[in-house]
């Protein structure tokens, strides 16, 4: 499956923490995705883009927190992350970049 | 670490170096360990950071630290095994340029070790020392030379003219294009004739006044006058002279003396005595120690580090050029090359160099910081007012300190052999000493 410009657009760039570290001790990638994205097409845009088979995609949003900037509540944008579990024997080097 | 001997020729070593690319992560690694609990990253709490990551991120700039490390820590047990000690920095060099990180790594070290100095036997060593006792022609030809610098000036009897050499206390006012300068003017001045203090032809005109006459006196500023608009100009000078004095040397009395903080005649010819002795001592202790250097090198032969011998003998030839084209003062010159003298001197100094430091390292000879501090303080009198930043300067720079101390050391490791030697003393006279300066200065 060659890599389309959409792909792109879906995963914007992965998620390196205690928590993504220990995901991927599970065989997991976490990522940070666009907010309309959905499973399928995460499942799509990963294994295009890092040449892997996927297992499953679990997501979730993180809302963004509320900050009071100058007297003035304003808001963070809310994330949300995909934990991409992949099948057996495929690995994705997170910190390395594409 | 393996090390391998390619050479072995005379005082020359070269070594082969393999650092495999196991040892070299291992080293990185062991650098990463202890690092890790320290560092901090966005994402992880303190010390939380996976290895992984450290090593991904962290990776290559310790990689170039271990490798100079373990190069240097196998060099390092490389001289404490062998005993050698090398003579310069050694030349190390990476052979495979195109290095890449698993790879391993081939170093090339090669270096000249500093020969094994032989024993030398000085209490075999023979000197003479010269003795001069200052004698009383010394003494009185000092204390006349002494006594001229303190002459006085007496009022000559009214009337009589001055004459070169006298003293006349006279007012003027110097006048350029009939308007008066700058610095032209003076009043009750002291001037020596014929001491040469003013412009030429000032003096000698002066010559033949009376007390108490007035007199002009036109002279031409020289050309190259230090003052750039009274240069080359004309100046007529109106002076009024008020007293002619005549020069009187000092009586060599107790005054004179007194005059120079001695008690009487007899002590300052005491002063004067010890003075002149303790600059005999200086002389005769450099010859002797020529002596003991020129003894030391006959007895002493050993091979010597080229590369050494070599700098020297470049050193001293770029001095000598530089006493001869005394017009450069920068180094944008030539390499000069140094002659076969030039390398024969090098040679000998090199060898003493050697030798003496050996000595003294054998017989513990010491710097001590009195000395250095004294040391110190005679350097900074050169800069007179500047002598707090000298100290600090020398305080803070290596390389000065040692420049400092070698001399201190070589001469206590003269004292030293000195001692040991036989040394025997000659009394001899001024001039046999003068002589023998003079001779030793020709040598070199």
């Known amino acids: 499956m060659s890599a389309k410009a959409e792909h792109y657009d879906v995963i914007r760039k992965p998620v390196i923490t205690e928590k993504a570290t220990m995901a991927s001790e599970n065989g997991a990638v976490v990522f940070e995705v666009a907010m309309d994205s959905n499973k399928p097409q995460i499942k799509e845009a990963v294994e295009a883009l890092f040449g892997v088979k996927v297992k499953a995609v679990n997501t979730t949003i993180t809302k963004g927190k509320a900050k009071r900037f100058r007297g003035q509540m304003g808001r963070r944008k809310d994330v949300k992350k995909a934990y991409v579990t992949l099948e057996e024997g495929n690995t994705i080097d997170v910190s390395t970049g594409l | ?444």
């Open chain 2, 1 to 444: 670490m393996q090390v391998t001997e390619t050479l072995n020729e005379g005082l020359k070593r070269a070594y082969k170096l393999m650092l495999t690319a196991q040892e070299l992560d291992d080293k990185v690694n062991e650098k990463l360990a202890e690092a890790q609990p320290e560092i901090e990253m966005k994402g992880f709490r303190k010390g939380k950071v996976p290895m992984a990551l450290l090593k991904k991120q962290f990776g290559p700039r310790l990689m170039g630290e271990a490798m100079q490390e373990t190069i240097d820590g196998a060099m390092n047990k490389h001289f404490e095994d062998s005993g050698d000690r090398p003579a310069l920095q050694p030349e190390v060099k990476m052979t495979n340029e195109d290095w890449k990180e698993g790879d391993d790594v081939h170093v090339e070290m090669a270096y000249e070790k500093l020969p094994e100095i032989p024993e030398v036997d000085l209490a075999s060593i023979s000197l003479e020392r010269m003795v001069v006792k200052a004698d009383d022609a010394a003494v009185d030809e000092a204390l006349a030379s002494l006594a001229e610098t303190a002459q006085d000036f007496k009022d000559r009897k009214k009337g009589s003219k001055a004459k070169d050499g006298d003293q006349v206390v006279f007012d003027f006012l110097g006048k350029v294009d009939g308007e008066p300068f700058e610095g032209g003017s003076a009043e009750d001045y002291p001037l020596v004739l014929g001491s040469g203090q003013f412009i030429p032809g000032f003096e000698e005109q002066l010559a033949g006044v009376k007390a108490g006459e007035e007199k002009d006196v036109t002279v031409t500023f020289p050309e190259e006058y230090q003052a750039e608009h009274l240069a080359g100009k004309e100046a007529v000078f109106s002076c009024t002279i008020k007293e002619v004095k005549e020069p009187v040397a000092a009586e060599i009395d107790d005054e004179l003396a007194k005059k120079f903080g001695a008690e009487d005649l007899a002590a300052l010819k005491g002063q004067i005595g010890e003075r002149l002795e303790a600059e005999y001592a200086g002389a005769a202790r450099a010859v002797l120690k020529r002596g003991l250097l020129d003894k030391l090198d006959e007895m002493v032969k050993f091979d010597l580090p080229p590369s050494l011998v070599e700098a020297e003998a470049k050193q001293i030839a770029h001095q000598l050029w530089h006493e001869e084209h005394p017009e450069v003062h920068d180094h944008n010159h030539d390499g000069i090359e140094p002659t076969e003298e030039h390398t024969k001197l090098a040679e000998r100094r090199v060898r003493l160099g050697l030798l003496l430091a050996e000595l003294g390292q054998k017989a513990e000879v010491q710097v001590t910081d009195a000395e250095m501090t004294q040391a110190i303080m005679n350097q900074a009198r050169q800069y007179p007012g500047q002598e707090r930043q000298f100290f600090e300067f020398v305080q803070q720079n290596q390389q000065m300190q040692q420049q400092l101390r070698a001399p201190i050391f070589e001469d206590k490791v003269v004292d030293y052999v000195c001692e040991l030697a036989q040394v025997s003393e000659k009394e001899i006279s001024k001039d046999e000493l003068q002589k023998a300066v003079e001779e030793m200065e020709n040598d070199d």
